[in-house]
C-alpha cells in the first residue's frame, strides 16, 4: 500500500526555487563569482509551524491601517478573472533581498519601514524628497484591479491602491534631457545577506529598474501604496512600488526609496545579471519565449483559496495593449 501525503496548501510554495533565483545555481553564473557560497540556504521558514499558527502570523502581516474613501478607477474595476485571494498573493512573493524562496513573507517583516523617504532627482526642475506621509496626501489615491504577470509564468490579480506615475511627474517636471527613469529599491546589506542567503551578497544590489519617459507618463503606470484596502504589506514592497501591469514582474521594483529621472537608460537588476535573459523592456509576450521557458501561457494562481491554479493563455502586453501598443510602434 502506498501513502500519498497530500502537502498542505500553505506548504506548496515553499517546494519551489523560482527560476528567476534557478539561474544562480547555473554555472555560467557561478564562474562570475570567484568565491561565492553555493550553499545559499533556501530553508523554509516556517517549516515547523503548524498551518493555523502560519496564518496567524500572516494573517498579522496583512492586519494593516485601512485607507478610506479609496474609489476604484472605473476603466481599472475588473479584469477577465477573479482577484486573487489576499492571504495567497501575502505568501507568494518575490523580493530576493529576503531570500529566494516564495516565502519571504516572514523575513520581509525586518524591513523598516517607519520614516520612510523618497527621494527623486536628477534631470527634474523640482528635486524633492518626500516623507512617505506626505506622498500619500498630497496624490489622489485611486484603486485599479490589474493582471500581474511574472516572468517565471505565473499570474495573480491584484487590487492596488495608488496614484498613476504621470502626476509626480507633473509635479517634478522632468526637464527635456530626461529621458529614462530609474527606480531605485531599499538596501541594508545587513538585512538581505543576514537571514536568507549567502550568494546574494554577490547581486548587483539595490534592486533596480527603469521605465522610458514614454512608459511612465502612460495611464497605467502606478505607484502602489496600498493593496486589498490598506496600506502596503512589507512582502510587497511597502511602503511605495511601481507597477507596470504590462510588463513582466521584475519591472515593478519594491519599497522605493529614489526615483532619478536620467538622460540614457539606467541599469537595472536582472538587467545586469543577463541582459540575455531579461531585458530592459520586457513587455509581457506570448510568443517571445524565455530562454529557458515559453511565455505562451501562465499559471493564474486565484482561483479559490488555495495554491490551486488554472493554465491561462498569456495576453499580449498582459491584456493592456490598448493602452500601451502605439508605445511600441504597434496598434
Ligand atoms: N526590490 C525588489 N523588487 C522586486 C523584486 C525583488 O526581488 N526586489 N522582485 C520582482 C519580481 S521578480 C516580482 S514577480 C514582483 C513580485 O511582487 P509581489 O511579491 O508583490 O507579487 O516584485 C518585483 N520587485
Ligand atoms: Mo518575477
Same mark, same amino acid.
Given at each position: 500500500m502506498t501513502i500519498i501525503r497530500i502537502p498542505k496548501s500553505w506548504e506548496l510554495p515553499e517546494r519551489e526555487v523560482t527560476p528567476e533565483a534557478a539561474y544562480f545555481n547555473r554555472r555560467r553564473f557561478l564562474k562570475t563569482l570567484v568565491g561565492a557560497s553555493i550553499g545559499a540556504s533556501i530553508m523554509p521558514i516556517m517549516g515547523c509551524q503548524s498551518s493555523s499558527d502560519t496564518d496567524k502570523a500572516l494573517t498579522a502581516t496583512l492586519e494593516l491601517p485601512k485607507l478610506e474613501s479609496i474609489k476604484t478607477n472605473p476603466a481599472f474595476a475588473t479584469v477577465d478573472r477573479p482577484v486573487t485571494n =489576499?492571504? +495567497?498573493?501575502? $505568501?507568494?512573493?518575490n523580493f530576493y533581498e529576503f531570500g529566494t524562496g516564495k516565502s519571504i513573507w516572514q523575513a520581509a517583516q525586518a524591513l523598516p519601514t517607519d520614516g520612510w523617504k523618497v527621494e527623486v532627482?536628477?534631470? *527634474?526642475? @523640482? %528635486? $524633492?524628497?518626500?516623507?512617505?506621509?506626505? +506622498?500619500?496626501?498630497?496624490?489622489p489615491l485611486e484603486e485599479r484591479i490589474y493582471r500581474f504577470r511574472c516572468v =517565471?509564468? !505565473?499570474?495573480? *490579480?491584484? %487590487? !492596488?491602491i495608488g496614484f498613476p506615475m504621470k502626476l509626480l511627474m507633473a509635479e517634478v517636471e522632468p526637464t527635456s534631457k530626461a529621458?529614462? *527613469?530609474?527606480f531605485i529599491s531599499y538596501d541594508d546589506p545587513q538585512? $538581505?545577506?543576514? %537571514? #536568507?542567503w549567502t550568494l546574494g551578497g554577490k547581486l548587483p544590489w539595490p534592486y533596480t529598474e527603469g521605465l522610458t519617459l514614454e512608459e511612465m507618463a502612460n495611464e497605467l503606470a502606478f505607484f502602489a501604496v496600498g493593496l486589498y484596502g490598506h496600506l502596503l504589506p512589507k512582502q510587497h514592497g511597502a511602503p511605495l512600488r511601481e507597477v507596470v501591469p504590462w510588463k513582466y514582474g521584475f519591472k515593478g521594483a519594491k519599497s522605493i526609496v529614489k526615483i532619478e529621472f536620467v538622460e540614457s537608460q539606467p541599469a537595472t537588476f536582472w538587467n545586469t545579471i543577463d541582459p540575455h535573459e531579461y531585458d530592459?523592456?520586457?513587455? *509581457? @509576450? %506570448? @510568443?517571445k519565449p524565455h530562454p529557458r521557458w515559453s511565455q505562451a501561457t501562465e499559471k493564474f494562481i486565484g482561483k479559490g483559496a488555495?495554491? #490551486?491554479w488554472e493554465k491561462r493563455d498569456t495576453l499580449p502586453y498582459n491584456g493592456y495593449g490598448e493602452y500601451v501598443a502605439q508605445l511600441y510602434g504597434n496598434k
Open positions: =489576499e492571504l +495567497l498573493a501575502g $505568501r507568494y512573493n532627482t536628477g534631470a *527634474v526642475k @523640482n %528635486p $524633492r524628497t518626500y516623507d512617505i506621509d506626505d +506622498l500619500l496626501k498630497k496624490f =517565471e509564468a !505565473w499570474s495573480m *490579480v491584484l %487590487p !492596488w529621458k529614462f *527613469v530609474q538585512l $538581505r545577506i543576514g %537571514p #536568507s530592459f523592456e520586457a513587455n *509581457v @509576450n %506570448p @510568443n488555495d495554491f #490551486s
